[in-house]
Structure formats: structure tokens, C-alpha cells
T-cell receptor
Framework: AQSVAQPEDQVNVAEGNPLTVKCTYS??????LFWYVQYPNRGLQFLLK??????LVKGSYGFEAEFNKSQTSFHLKKPSALVSDSALYFC????????????FGRGTSLIVHP | DADVTQTPRNRITKTGKRIMLECSQT?????MYWYRQDPGLGLRLIYY???????NKGEISDGYSVSRQAQAKFSLSLESAIPNQTALYFC????????????FGEGSRLTVL
């Protein structure tokens, strides 16, 4: 079985400050991990993924995520937040050896204040 | 033009009516999915299809049916809509040969009165 937890329903950060959106996962084997972003009235857009290799993954719009196997986490980060980063963020996981269907977290609403 | 197109984008209907949501894609992907999004519940998988002859139930398939008319088309039907099916519905695609990232349509907002 695979599962994802996003412990924060909402994250608030001031523009220019660093941001972190948390994600922890559970899989039987090794994970493929993904982050998606959803802007208001839009579909989800793929941001970045971890497959293997370097634990720090860089993605679109200046976002990055750090894979931590011992803590089973894949937190999304950005050094300097923009107001335009305000959106709903979803973490997803897929077990490499299991189903091809990813499991999504419940989403975290990021609000960046001017 | 969008790679994954959903129609209609918005629909208001009444309890008991039959509704079809359509999805077409130009990405050439084999795999297609229907998800439902509800506030606080994230995305839940309704049905998925790995090719034209393959249809599989997801975690919340009751009350829904699907049809994969062609590689590029995947429709979701509500045979007799009920108010708790009011939600935002997303179609998504993925490539057989990649690591599983999904490409989403813009969503279909359905309201059942």
C-alpha cells in the first residue's frame, strides 16, 4: 500500500521569505515522488519529481524538493516566495514496484503575503 | 490548444439526470484517468484506463461509468446524478514509458441540485 500525508492544510509566508511545504510518504518499496501545483480555476501542473539519484531535485518556477529516505519525506521548498506562488500544492507517491497509479495527498494551500 | 481538453467546463444539473463529461488528449498517451477533487479530500481516483481495451475501477467508482472510445478519448458518465457528486472532475493522462507524472485537463465543475 502507498500513502501520502501533507500535515498542513495551509501555509502562510511573507513575500521574499523562504517557504516549505511538507510531505511524508509510505510505500512498500522504493518511491517515485511528485509535486504538483494547482492555481485557481486551473488543472494540476507537474512541478518536479524524484526518481533516483541526487536527493535535491530542482523543478519549475524556482521550486526544489529534498528527498529524505530515513524520514520518508519529500518537502517542497523555495528560497524566496512570490505572491504569484500562492496556490494549492499536491504531493504524490508511486511505489516503483507496485501500481502505476500515484496516490495524492490532500493538498496544502500556500498563501504568500505581500 | 490544450493537450488535455475537458468538456463541459461547467455544468449545473438536477438530481436523477444523466451527465457525461468528455476528455480528449493530443499527447499520444496510452493511459487516461478520471479524478474527483473535493475540498479537504484532495484527488480521488474514479476510473483509469491503460489502453483502449483496458478499464479499471478506482477507489470511488460507485455511481460512475466510463468509456474509452479511442486512445485519445475517455468519457465519464453519471447515470443518475446525485447532489454528493457535486465536485470538480479532472481528466489526466500519462505515458506508458515514463515514470508516472500525470498531465491534467483544466477540470469540469459539476453541480447537482
Amino acid at each position: 500500500a502507498q500513502s501520502v500525508a501533507q500535515p498542513e492544510d495551509q501555509v502562510n509566508v511573507a513575500e521574499g521569505n523562504p517557504l516549505t511545504v511538507k510531505c511524508t510518504y509510505s510505500v512498500s518499496g522504493n518511491p517515485y515522488l511528485f509535486w504538483y501545483v494547482q492555481y485557481p480555476n486551473r488543472g494540476l501542473q507537474f512541478l518536479l519529481k524524484y526518481i533516483t539519484g541526487d536527493n535535491l531535485v530542482k523543478g519549475s518556477y524556482g521550486f526544489e524538493a529534498e528527498f529524505n529516505k530515513s524520514q520518508t519525506s519529500f518537502h517542497l521548498k523555495k528560497p524566496s516566495a512570490l505572491v504569484s506562488d500562492s496556490a494549492l500544492y499536491f504531493c504524490a507517491v508511486r511505489d516503483i514496484g507496485g501500481s502505476y497509479i500515484p496516490t495524492f495527498g490532500r493538498g496544502t494551500s500556500l498563501i504568500v503575503h505581500p | 490548444d490544450a493537450d488535455v481538453t475537458q468538456t463541459p467546463r461547467n455544468r449545473i444539473t438536477k438530481t436523477g439526470k444523466r451527465i457525461m463529461l468528455e476528455c480528449s488528449q493530443t499527447k499520444g498517451h496510452d493511459r487516461m484517468y478520471w479524478y474527483r477533487q473535493d475540498p479537504g479530500l484532495g484527488l480521488r481516483l474514479i476510473y483509469y484506463s491503460f489502453d483502449v481495451k483496458d478499464i479499471n475501477k478506482g477507489e470511488i467508482s460507485d455511481g460512475y461509468s466510463v468509456s474509452r472510445q479511442a486512445q485519445a478519448k475517455f468519457s465519464l458518465s453519471l447515470e443518475s446524478a446525485i447532489p454528493n457528486q457535486t465536485a470538480l472532475y479532472f481528466c489526466a493522462t500519462s505515458d506508458l514509458h515514463n515514470t508516472g507524472e500525470l498531465f491534467f485537463g483544466e477540470g469540469s465543475r459539476l453541480t447537482v441540485l
